[in-house]
């Protein structure tokens, strides 16, 4: 039961191109899955590009393919101040699901390269504290159905000396998402950062084995030849940390899966 929950067919390849969902490249993507031996994909392109989203082509998509399963998703850039905009564009379209992800402490866009430079201005336990207390909030608004690359905000490699202290910040965000249920992806597209780990860290893993959080899939590719990229390795961390349940949605309507 292996499908790739977080993709980006809309900003696809490394060259400048128009971007767009043009039946061509969301093929590519579930043909690369299918080649993978995939069970699923879902389309997740952000959610600023949402004027752009074709849903005509990823419907068309979706229903074109019998032996695997497709689904609509978004990735929303989650601001606490949005809730309700982020509310109306859920009900609005046919998603089978939504990812909530936190790229932004208040007007920082952390992960983009360009503003990395913040990291080594600010005190890094408040960039921790502050990062995680959104992901809460995203965490707790019951918009989401995975929360996407929960420990971004390591992408630089600035981490805490101290590992127990980002236990205790990332504690009350896993309890959250236990009571919420929402699932948690492992994102393989860390190992291509600075980082380069999965998100997120053994050490997050092992705390949501212990609370029975639910965890999928999402390789984050911008181009088909990323799709499932190091699924392997991502199942065994699942096997080793006791992780025991996935979730599979449609309609915005998620189902236990066990692993
Ligand atoms: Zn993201
Ligand atoms: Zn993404």
């Not at 590009?49 to 074709?54: G, R, T």
């Not at 609509?72 to 379209?93: L, M, T, V, W």
Request: aromatic share 14%; glycine share 6%.
């Amino acid at each position: 039961m292996q499908i790739d929950w977080h993709t980006h067919p809309f900003a696809h390849g490394e060259e400048e191109v128009e971007p767009c969902q043009n039946k061509n490249i969301l093929s590519e993507f579930a043909d690369r899955a299918k080649a993978n031996s995939l069970s699923g994909l879902g389309f997740s392109d952000h959610s600023y590009y949402l004027d752009s989203f074709d849903f005509d082509n990823l419907i068309y998509i979706k229903n074109s393919y019998q032996d695997i399963s497709l689904k609509i998703g978004i990735e929303f850039d989650y601001f606490p101040d949005r809730e309700e905009e982020i509310r109306k564009i859920i009900a609005s379209y046919p998603f089978d699901y939504t990812i909530g992800s936190v790229h932004h402490i208040g007007e920082w866009n952390f992960d983009h390269p360009d503003y990395k430079f913040k990291f080594s201005q600010k005190y890094l336990y408040d960039v921790y504290r502050d990062y995680y207390r959104i992901v809460e909030k995203a965490a707790e608004s019951g918009l989401f159905n995975i929360v996407g690359h929960l420990d971004l905000i390591k992408i630089y490699n600035y981490r805490l000396a101290d590992k127990k202290q980002e236990l205790e910040l990332i504690t009350p965000v896993l309890e959250k998402l236990a009571q919420n249920d929402v699932a948690v992806e492992i994102n393989t597209n860390g190992l291509n950062k600075p980082v380069r780990e999965f998100y997120p860290s053994d050490y997050i893993l092992e705390l949501m084995g212990e609370l029975d959080i639910p965890v999928v899939l999402g390789s984050d590719a911008h181009s088909a030849d990323r799709v499932g990229e190091n699924f392997a390795a991502a199942l065994e961390k699942i096997q080793k940390f006791g992780l025991k349940r996935t979730k599979i949605f449609t309609g915005l309507k998620a189902r236990d899966v066990l692993l």
